[in-house]
C-alpha cells in the first residue's frame, strides 16, 4: 500500500493524479470514488506545451551527435589497431615528449603521406630506421663534425659492390692526373700571354676559343692597329666611320642609277630645286604633274592640239552665240549649256514651238488645261451621244427643254391621248403639245418611247447645252488659251505639249547661272526666227566639233573653273605646252633617264645635299686620320682591310673572353708568340677532351655532387689546385668509403620510408638528428589526427568546451522533454471526449456518464462499486485511464468478463505469488 502511495504522490505532483483512479482497498468507499470522479469532471484542460515537436527534434539530434562521437572515439582508425581515443591521447604525450626534448616541429604542413596505413609493425620498422640513422650520424659528427665533412660527401651512389669502390678510387684518380697535366699547359699558356691568373677550365677555354679566332697568318694582322682598338669608343668610332663610308658609297650608286651613263657628274642640288619649282607651275587635270620624265613630250603635244583646236573654233562659236542672241562670254560650261539647249530644240515638234506663250508654259497652269481638256472630251463624248437621239442642231433655250421635260413627266393619260386624238387636241397641255411635237418632228427613234424616257432625253440635252455654254463663255480658258481657244474644238493636247517642254526646259535647265537662264529664255521666249537660224548655224558638223572641243577641254582640265573664257583657256594649254617642253629638255640635258618619275626631284635633291654632307663629314674626320694615318683616303678607304680587323676585334669580344686574355692578344706583339700560342691551343684542347673523359667516368661510377663535393657551385671557374686538393683528401681517406656508403644507405632507407619531411626539419632548424623516434611518434599522430579531423568534421566540432556544452545541453533539453510531455499528455487526457450512455427508462437502466450525474446528485443510497464499474466503467475508464488496485480489489470490483487494460503493470512483482497475480494479469490485453 506504501508503495501505491508514493506513486500516487508523484503523479500528483507532475499534474497526473485527477487521471488516476485509487481502488486499493476492497472497503473502498463509495462516496470516495464519486468524489474523485466529480474532480475529474469539474478538471478544466490546461494548453498544450508549445514547440514540443521542436524541442524533441534538438534533443534528438543532440543525442545523435553525442552517440556519433562516442562510437567514433571508440572506433579504429587507420591501420594502427589503435581507437581515436587511444590516438588522442598518444597525441598528447607525443606533443608533450618533443617540447620537453626541446626538438624542432618544423611548419605546420609537416606529415607523414601513409600514416593511415601504416599498422605496428611498420612503425616498429621505422623506429629502428631512424635509431641506425641516428647512431652512424652521431659517429660522422663526433668524428668528421658532420656528414657535409667527410671527406666522401658528395658521392650520393651508394649500391657499390667492394669491387665498384675499387673502380670509383681508379676512376678519381685518373681524373687527377689528367687535371695535373691540364694545369701545367694551362701555367705555360698563362706565361705566353703574361697571365698569372689563368688557372681555371674557363680560363683555358678562353684561351682555346681566342685562338681558334686568330688567323693562322699573321700578315693578314695590322699589329700597329690592335692596341689601338682596345678601348670600346676607338673600335666604335673606326666602326662608325666604316658605316659612314659605306653610306655615302651606297648613296652615290643609289644616285647615279637615275642618270643615263652611271651619272659621273651629278647636277647641283640648286638646279634640281629651280626645276621642281617649274613642275609645281605645271597643272595637268587639276593637279600638278608628277609622271615621268618620257611623259612629258607627249603631255606638250597633246595640249598643243587641244591649243589649236580651241583657237580654231572661237570664232564659229561666237557666231552661234550671237545668232542665237546669247550675251554671255564663251566659256566651256557655257557652249555645252548651248549645245544641250540646241539638242532640246531639234527634238521638239514644230507645232510646240509656234503655240508657245506665257501662260501656257506656266508650269502651274497644267492642273487647269488637264482639267479643261477632260471636260472637253466628256462634253464631247455627251454630244455624240445625244446627236443620235436628235437629228437638228439644239438651238433651243435651256430653260425650254427642262420645261418640256417637266411638262413630259407631270402629263395624265388625258394629256396624252388628248395630243393623240385632233378632236381632243384642244384639251392639251400647251407645254406637253410643244415637247410632243418636238420629240416627233427632231427626233430620231423609230418607235415611240415612254414619257418619262423622252423626259430624260430632253434633260440630258438641257444639261449638255448648260455645259457647253459654261464651258464656252469660261473667261480663264479663254485668257489662258487666248487666240488658240475654240471652245470644244481647242487643241488642248498640242497646249499641254507646249506646258510639258517648258517643264522640260526648266528641269534641264534649272540653276540660277547666266547660261542656264539664257537657255530658258531662248527656248521659252526665242522667236521662232531666231530658232531656226541657230538651227541652221548649228549642223552636225559643227555640233560635233563642238562636242570633241568640249570633250577634249573636260577630259584634260577637268578640275578647272566652268567661267574661264576659251581666249583665257587657250593661252593656259600653250603655257602648259611650252612648260614640259622646257621641263623635258633641261632633265635631258641633265642626264636622267626618261623613267624617272619627276615627282622625286625634290627627294634627288635633298639626297644629293645629304651626299655632299656625308662626304665633307668622312674627309674632315679628325680623329680616324690619326688612327689610320697613311692608310687613310677619305671615301676612297679600303673599307675591306678596316672591316676583318673590326669583326676580329669584335669576334674577341663576343667570345665573352676575360678582360685579361683580350688585353693580351690586343698587342703590338701578337705575330711574335702566334706560333707557340697555337702549339700550347692544341695542348689545351687535347687535355680539356681527356679531362672530361675523365671526369665523366668518375661522375659516372660514383654519382657524384660536384657542389657539394668541391664545395662549388661550378667547376669551370673553380682554380685546379684546389679540384686536384680535394681529390687528394677523398683518395687518402680510402678506407673511410664503406663508412659513408652505410650512412647512405642508412638515409635512403629513412627517406623511402617516407620520413624525409622529419629530416629535413632538423636540417632546417640546424639541430642535431637526436630523438628521432619521438620526433617520428610527433608526426605520426599530428598526421592521423589531423586526417581524422578532416574525415570526421563532428570530432573537431565536439571536442573541449564544445562537448561539454552538448551534454548540458541534451540534459537541459531532457528534463525540459520529460516537463512538457507530462504537460501534453495531461492535456490529451484531458480532451478525451466521454461516452454519454443511456439516460432514458428506469434508473437501473441508465449507463456511463449519465448514470455517474445522477449518482452524484444523490445523498445516500448509492450503487455499489462494483456495479458502477460495470455499469459506467467504459466512461470511468476515459475519464481516468490509470486505475491503482491490489489484487484484492481487483477481484472484488471488476468483473472477469468486464473491463480490460492495455497495460497491467505489478510493482514489486517478486514479493507476490502468482496466483495472486493471474487476476491483474487477465484483465490485460
Sequence with gaps: MAALEVVKKRLDEVGLGEFCLELHSTKANKKDVLESLRTRLEHRPSLAPAALER????????????????????????????????????????????????LPTGPADIGLVDALTLTPIDLDRRRTALEVLEQLRASLVQTYGGPHHHPWAGIHRMELSPFEQEALLRALETWRQTMLGLEKVVMQAAEVLAIPELDTFDAARSVMEAAALLPEDSGEIILDLLPKLKSEDTLNTLDKFVHMVRRVQQLLSSLRANFEGGGESLPRAVVLRDL???????????????????????????????????????????????????????????????????????????????????????????????????????????????????????????????????????????????????????????????????????????????????????????????????????????????????????????????????????????????????????LLEGDLAILDATLAKADEPTITDFRMLLSALTGENADAPPEIEFDAMHRAYLQVAETAEHLYHTLKELGLKDEFPTKRLSTLADEIERLAKLKEDCEDNAAIKELLGPRFRGIDTDLSSLKRRIQLVCDLRAAKLPQRVLDSLLRADLGQILGRLTELTALLRAGTEGEQMARAKAMETSGLDCQMFFGADSLEETPLATLVTRIDRALTAGDELPVWLEYLQARAEVEEMGLSSILKVYEAANAPCMHLVAALAYVFHRTILDQAYKRYPEVRRLAGTSLETARRRFQELDRAIIEAKRRHLAAALACVPLTKGRNWGPRREWTELYLIHHERGKKKQHFPVRDLLRRAGTVIQQMKPCWMMSPASIAQFIRPDGIEFDLVVIDEASQMRPEEALGAIGRGR
Excluded at 572506433?75 to 581515443?85: C, D, E, R, V, Y
Excluded at 391621248?417 to 430620231?444: H, I, Q, Y
Aim: proline letters at 3%; a positive charge.
Design 276 to 522: 621642281e619649282t617649274i613642275r609645281c607651275k605645271l597643272t595637268v587635270g587639276g593637279a600638278v604633274f608628277a609622271g615621268q620624265v618620257r611623259e612629258l613630250p607627249p603631255l606638250a603635244k597633246r595640249y598643243r592640239e587641244i591649243a589649236q583646236l580651241t583657237e580654231a573654233k572661237i570664232t564659229s562659236a561666237s557666231r552661234l552665240f550671237q545668232t542665237a542672241g546669247w550675251c554671255i562670254t564663251l566659256t566651256a560650261y557655257n557652249l555645252a549649256t548651248m549645245m544641250d539647249a540646241i539638242h532640246l530644240l531639234r527634238s521638239t515638234p514644230r507645232k510646240c514651238l509656234l503655240i508657245r506663250s506665257a501662260a501656257i508654259i506656266d508650269e502651274a497652269m497644267r492642273p487647269v488645261l488637264e482639267q479643261a481638256a477632260e471636260r472637253a472630251r466628256v462634253l464631247t463624248e455627251q454630244q455624240r451621244r445625244l446627236v443620235e437621239y436628235f437629228t437638228f442642231a439644239p438651238d433651243y433655250s435651256i430653260p425650254k427643254y427642262r420645261r418640256w421635260a417637266a411638262a413630259l413627266r407631270r402629263a395624265g393619260r388625258l394629256q396624252r391621248l388628248a395630243v393623240k386624238t385632233p378632236v381632243l387636241r384642244w384639251l392639251a397641255d400647251k407645254e406637253f403639245t410643244d415637247a410632243w411635237r418636238m420629240w416627233l418632228g427632231g427626233s430620231k427613234a423609230r418607235a415611240m418611247l415612254r414619257r418619262q424616257e423622252m423626259a430624260q432625253r430632253f434633260e440630258e440635252l438641257a444639261d449638255y447645252l448648260e455645259a457647253g455654254q459654261s464651258f464656252q463663255n469660261g473667261c480663264q480658258l479663254q485668257e489662258l488659251c487666248g487666240e488658240m481657244f475654240q471652245g470644244l474644238a481647242t487643241d488642248f493636247e498640242g497646249l499641254l505639249m507646249v506646258n510639258a517642254f517648258a517643264r522640260q526646259v526648266s528641269r534641264t535647265f534649272p540653276e540660277s547661272t547666266s547660261a542656264h537662264r539664257e537657255a530658258r529664255r531662248f
Design 55 to 102: 524541442s524533441i527534434e534538438e534533443y534528438e539530434r543532440h543525442r545523435r551527435h553525442l552517440s556519433r562521437y562516442v562510437d567514433l572515439l571508440n572506433h579504429p582508425f587507420g591501420q594502427s589497431g589503435k581507437s581515436l581515443q587511444q590516438l588522442f591521447w598518444g597525441g598528447i604525450q607525443a606533443t608533450a615528449r618533443v617540447q620537453e626534448l626541446g
